[in-house]
């Protein structure tokens, strides 16, 4: 594949992951600068250009989930896990939910870094939608780096041993506490 193709393919997956940015003549322009750089066989500075572009976008999309699902064990790294293949689990089972927050914000840190920290909350219901059990900040995540990440995974574990058997459905509520912004997820689940 040539730069050209790489660059012009780059340019409509930036321009195609960011439908709700009002700003979007600036992303285009971000990318194709990238795409000039990558003419120019400057593929470093290329991938730079759209990691601003992607810190940009980052901070305008509303925060949302990109993937959200039980896996079989707690993965190490992004993008590696094993999903479940039903969501059907013993009784005095642990949950495990591998989640991909996207939309964080990234404000500075004292000591010249920047920061991302938000927090998840759940709720278990019954099908008819009876709230058993709730837990606001169940989760609290604070990332610290040199520069905005944008392959963040949340691997989150909720221990339902003592719940009995049944269906029901598990609410996660992500806030980013560097923007206010909110997201949910919701996931049905059989204990037998």
């Not at 709700?20 to 730079?48: F, H, P, Q, S, W």
């Not at 601003?52 to 993937?67: F, G, N, Y």
Request: hydrophobic fraction near 40%; avoid cysteine; charged fraction near 25%.
């Amino acid at each position: 594949m040539s730069r050209r193709m790489i660059g012009r393919t780059l340019l409509g997956v930036m321009v195609a992951a960011v439908p709700y940015v009002a700003t979007a003549g600036d992303l285009v322009d971000r990318a194709t600068e990238a795409e000039g750089l990558l003419d120019k066989g400057d593929g470093m500075a290329a991938y730079e250009k759209l990691r601003q572009t992607m810190s940009v976008a980052s901070e305008k999309i509303p925060l949302d989930i990109r993937k959200a699902f039980f896996v079989s064990e707690k993965p190490v790294i992004f993008g590696n896990y094993s999903r479940v293949k039903v969501n059907e689990f013993p009784v005095g089972s642990s949950l495990i939910t591998y989640a991909e927050p996207v939309g964080l914000a990234w404000r500075p840190a004292d000591d010249g870094e920047v920061q991302s920290q938000f927090t998840v909350d759940f709720e278990l219901r019954n099908p008819a939608g009876e709230v058993l059990a709730v837990q606001k900040a169940f989760g609290n995540f604070k990332i610290a780096s040199h520069e905005p990440l944008f392959e963040i995974y949340t691997p989150l574990t909720l221990d339902v041993s003592a719940v009995p058997a049944g269906e029901y459905v598990l609410k996660y509520t992500f806030n980013d506490l560097n923007s206010k912004k909110s997201s949910d997820i919701e996931q049905r689940f059989t204990l037998k």
